[in-house]
Nanobody
Framework: QVQLVESGGGSVESGGSLRLSCTVS????????MGWFRQAPGKAREGGAR???????QYSDSVKARFTVSQDNTKNTLYLQMNSLKPEDTAMYYC??????????????????????WGQGTQVTVDS
């Protein structure tokens, strides 16, 4: 059974930074696509970032140049470094793992519908 546990959320002032972590346990092949998604109250889930096994990254336009996704395979951990945070970044953030390679997914791997395993989420609140 694959389990994902996020941590690192919290409250921060506008312009601040946070680093989210996602620890993955259970069987994951080395090629599974991994990503970060977010959902604000009353809004649809939004893809934020995804990373391929070889380190290739894709970002949504809303977070590009501010967020960085990375992974530490020795620790089975996925990270999301978030800089220059804005109030509109306020949301529940989820990490997710797909059963497939990133190239097999839609929207450069930024569609949550293609991911099978999800964490419970960690809340990020950015105060103006």
């Amino acid at each position: 059974q694959v389990q994902l546990v996020e941590s690192g959320g919290g409250s921060v002032e506008s312009g601040g930074s946070l680093r989210l972590s996602c620890t993955v346990s259970g069987y994951i092949s080395g090629g599974n696509c991994m990503g970060w998604f977010r959902q604000a109250p009353g809004k649809a889930r939004e893809g934020g970032a995804r990373i391929r096994h070889d380190g290739d990254r894709q970002y949504s336009d809303s977070v590009k140049a501010r967020f960085t996704v990375s992974q530490d395979n020795t620790k089975n951990t996925l990270y999301l470094q978030m800089n220059s945070l804005k109030p509109e970044d306020t949301a529940m953030y989820y990490c997710a793992v797909a059963k497939q390679y990133c190239w097999q997914l839609r929207s450069n791997g930024l569609s949550g519908d293609d991911y099978h395993y999800w964490g419970q989420g960690t809340q990020v609140t950015v105060d103006s």
